[in-house]
């Protein structure tokens, strides 16, 4: 998470306050959000389910880009009412967990129409915060509550149009960002193989990467990049650079039990986006892809 991801997730948090009260060790989300974030991703899974047969995007489009990320810039064939139904639901359940966001949830149902999530769509592809927090203003509801349920309920699309452009995605030189979606790299886990491989968790695409070398500016120079440790957890650590002050979150998903979805892992990892942000880190500005 970012900077700005970090704060909205603050908010969040403090908005859900009978599901996730203030922790002093962040290392532990509080169990009844977590099972929040645990249904979400159910519906996540059901929604990408809805989508399997599903050809969003047509793969000429992106064998003509001369710049990534891909899906910003090309057409993609969406149902803006089955968008419209996904928020629908996301909406449902954030009511039943929160009763006291019914009248904010009310007020945001009455406000949004097909019309309304066509103009949402480039906005959340963009991750336009500053769009999305005047539509709340506007319409009296939480700053954070529009761009929560758009980002949750583009990103089985984003899944299933990177799925169909997988091969020419492999095509790409990557350091930056995702060069499907344009995320951030900042979380990457050491797979099986034992190789790091950075992995998006809007999208899900993932690509190797070398170990000694930033995500975000590709620097491979000896003393530039630097791990930092998690004490009494031997899984989790964060990568950071001095050249371009980037970080990515590293898990180890050898060392656990059980693997959790990539979206549940960077949200059970936040105390390592605030380690990396205490110690100044944070997500360039600059970054790109090749």
């Known amino acids: 998470m970012n900077e700005h991801d970090v704060e909205s997730a603050t908010q969040l948090l403090g908005s859900l306050s009978s599901i996730n009260e203030e922790v002093n060790n962040m290392n532990v989300l509080n169990k009844e959000y977590q099972q929040l974030e645990e249904q979400i991703q159910l519906l996540n899974d059901k929604w990408s ?28 064939s969406i149902d803006f009412q089955q968008y419209h139904r996904f928020i629908e639901e996301l909406l449902t359940l954030l ?27 480039p906005e959340v592809l963009t991750v336009h915060q500053r769009y999305f927090q005047a539509f709340a203003e506007e319409h009296h509801v939480a700053s954070w509550l529009p761009y ?15 799925t169909e452009i997988r091969e020419e995605l492999k095509k790409t030189d ?28 809007r999208c899900h695409y993932a690509w ?10 590709g620097s491979e120079e000896p003393g530039k990049l630097e791990i930092l440790k998690v004490e009494k957890d031997d899984s989790a650590e964060v990568h950071v650079c001095h050249d371009c002050n980037g970080y990515t ?42």
């Open 49 to 76: 389910q809805q989508l399997e047969d599903e050809k969003l995007i047509d793969v000429e489009q992106v064998r003509a880009l001369t710049q990534y990320p891909a899906l910003p810039q090309v057409q993609l």
């Open 95 to 121: 009511e039943e967990k929160q009763p006291s966001l019914e009248a904010d949830i009310k007020a945001l149902k009455s406000s949004i129409s097909t019309k309304i999530l066509e103009q949402w769509h």
């Open 148 to 162: 929560f349920v758009a980002e949750h309920a583009i990103r089985p699309f984003l899944q299933r149009a990177t």
């Open 174 to 201: 990557v350091h930056g960002c995702c060069p499907a979606c344009g995320e951030a790299p900042r979380l990457a886990i050491i797979n099986k193989k034992g190789r790091k491989e950075v992995t998006c968790p």
């Open 208 to 217: 190797e990467v070398k170990k000694i070398k930033c995500a975000h500016c």
């Open 249 to 290: 979150k590293v898990i180890d998903v050898r060392k656990m039990i059980k693997k959790d979805s990539i979206a549940l892992l960077d949200i059970k990892s936040i105390h390592l986006d605030f380690i990396a942000q205490e110690n100044g880190y944070g997500m360039p500005d600059d970054t790109k892809v090749n």
